[in-house]
């Protein structure tokens, strides 16, 4: 294996570990080949509701948990910021989970001086504060659409192809989803605004994204269900967004960073 990219920082959100929307293989694959200082983990990464409804738990799941401790005991910060799917552990906040810190939100500073407020973003999400029968339609239709995804990539992985996520391309030509992203982004870069810091990190609408507007810079690292991204830094402060779309099954060149841009 070649040697591993070291990043200042790794953020990485949204994996829903316990449940067969999980790339798990993908993740596994992007934790052996990159290495960070501190790693930022932003919400939903063990899906605790849907492990409710239904138990799923392979062994693959287990090796990414000791992945993420082991980097821990060898000197990687680990921060855990739980989100709607894992909020159970926002019982423990500013508490440690072993050798990881939890927290509701904290402020991270760049090399550059910058200082981004990371949280998950579930607080800004008009769909969870809407009617409980609401809710539960989007979740069923969701479901339909993740499990069309999965089909979607066990055809890419028979016939060698690129990853390629089915269920991002459908969500964003339903015009409501383009607006909803929109209305999120705002919120957040609304709270950071009135934080007082840089920009905000978060997760939580599958949709990565890196952009500045109005002096603030807006960061949504992904999900490892659907666009399999990570936001990472480099020593010098630069932030870039990692689409990870490696496996064993599908050799590829090493994923490209995607360098800040100007929101249209």
């Not at 090399?111 to 800004?124: E, K, P, S, T, W």
């Not at 109005?214 to 659907?226: K, M, P, Q, S, T």
Request: charged share 25%; with cysteine; net charge positive.
């Amino acid at each position: 294996m070649s040697q591993a990219a070291r990043h200042r920082t790794i953020w990485l959100s949204d994996i829903h570990l316990g449940s067969r929307a999980c790339r798990i293989d993908l993740l596994l694959d992007f934790l052996d080949r990159n290495r960070c200082d501190q790693l930022y983990l932003v919400g939903d990464i063990i899906d605790l509701r849907r492990m409710r409804r239904s138990f799923y738990w392979p062994k693959s799941h287990t090796v990414a948990l000791e992945r993420i401790l082991a980097m821990a005991r060898a000197g990687t910060r680990v921060v855990y910021v739980p989100g709607n799917h894992d909020e159970d552990f926002r019982a423990m906040t500013d508490l440690m989970l072993g050798p990881v810190e939890v927290h509701r939100e904290l402020i991270h500073e760049t090399a550059d001086g910058r200082r981004l407020l990371v949280l998950h973003g579930d607080c800004f999400d008009g769909v969870i504060r809407s009617s409980a029968l609401m809710a539960l339609l989007g979740g069923a239709g969701y479901g339909l659409l993740l499990g069309l995804n999965r089909v979607g990539h066990a055809v890419n992985a028979l016939l060698r192809r690129p990853y390629w996520s089915l269920a991002q391309a459908i969500k964003m030509r339903i015009g409501r989803a383009a607006r909803y992203v929109e209305r999120f982004q705002a919120a957040c870069l609304n709270r950071a605004r009135e934080a007082g810091v840089d920009g905000v990190v978060c997760g939580h609408i599958h949709r990565a994204a890196l952009i500045e507007r109005d002096g603030l810079v807006y960061c949504n690292d992904g999900d490892w269900v659907e666009s399999c991204t990570a936001l990472v830094e480099s020593p010098a402060g630069e932030l870039a967004l990692l689409h990870w779309g490696q496996s064993a099954a599908i050799p590829a060149a090493a994923a490209v960073p995607v360098p800040l841009r100007d929101a249209a």
